[in-house]
């Protein structure tokens, strides 16, 4: 790899329906190249996962670090829980499957994790000290939690139990568009779940990432927690952008 290349990283999200890649400038958090995205197979066993991360590396006929996020803890590269994956994840050596499969090293992280780095280095939260909270609504909800810009990783307040739901059952995307709620419902949802997470964690800022910070507009008057609400920098990029600093040997 050239010095002029040192600071890039191909970042890679493994999502519920597609899995998308892009090179990305550590330094700057920007997306180098066009991101790709490919359909998640189904079913989402480790092995066609895998099959698909190697062909976005080859696509960029990528041969440096690989950072890739996806949904789940990951305790010392192992699965350990499955809320949104295929089951045959379980326990599963996940930077083992993919550096196999790509033939280049790959450092794997929980998806919102990753966003949640983004946001920090770059984005919504940059600057930001005292308790940190980034939570995606998307397919599932994902959490992110950062003490004076500390990842505390593995958080799964989207398992958190709110009124003898998930979190996730609660108030995802998915819930919004499956019950066709309209913005300023779903946003109550969205209230109760962090108004139950406020009670736990008392986060000085929560910041809100996944496709529908686009939408932030439409359903953050509903929400009433005593910390400030914001809507994500990155909106979807976070978790490729994030994916490429978690491998970053720099950061
Ligand atoms: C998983 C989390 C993940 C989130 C977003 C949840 O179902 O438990 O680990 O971050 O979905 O993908």
Known sequence: MSKAQEHLVLGIDVGGSGIKGAIVD?????????????????????????KVVARIVRHFKWKGPVGCGMPGPIKNGRVRALANLD???????????YTKACGCPVT?????????????????????KGVVILTTLGTGIGSAVFVNGHLVPNTEFG??????????????????KARNLSWKNWGKRVDTVLRALEQVMWPDVIIIGGGVSRKASRFLPAITTEAEVVPAHFRNEAGIVGAALAASPRS
């Open 108 to 128: 794997v992280i929980n998806d919102a994790d990753a966003a949640g780095l983004a946001e920090m280095r770059f984005g919504a939260g940059k600057g930001r």
């Open 159 to 176: 398992q958190m139990e709110v009124r003898g739901k998930s979190a996730e059952q609660r108030a995802s995307a998915r819930v919004r």
């Open 26 to 50: 550590v330094k700057t958090g920007a997306l180098v190249s066009k991101r790709i995205r490919v359909k998640t197979p189904d079913p989402a066993d480790p092995k066609a996962v895998a």
């Open 87 to 97: 089951s045959s994840w379980l326990e599963v050596n996940a930077p083992a499957v």
